[in-house]
């Protein structure tokens, strides 16, 4: 199992959707875990960790992005979101 970290933006429709805490995992059998948010009326600002297969880490990273969501990987000892 791999885990790896992300930073994810979510605009204004998508706020409501479990996208990360139900759809990641009943889809794509990955185990999210949100470390920190930030959420408005109008944005929601994610970091969250993804476990699992490095395939269906890949598929749910592609999932979220075509849904509209802002994904970007986070290294370890970086503070710069890889896009």
Do not use: W
Request: glycine letters at 4%; one cysteine or more.
């Amino acid at each position: 199992m791999t885990m790896r970290k992300y930073f994810c933006t979510f605009p204004q429709h998508l706020i409501s959707e479990p996208i990360i805490s139900h759809t990641l995992s009943a889809r794509f059998g990955v185990i999210p875990n949100i470390r920190a948010a930030s959420i408005t009326d109008t944005l929601a600002l994610v970091a969250v960790e993804i476990e699992g297969e490095e395939d269906a880490i890949d598929r749910s990273v592609v999932y979220m992005r075509e849904r509209g969501v802002k994904v970007e990987e986070m290294r370890d000892g970086d503070d710069t979101p890889v896009a």
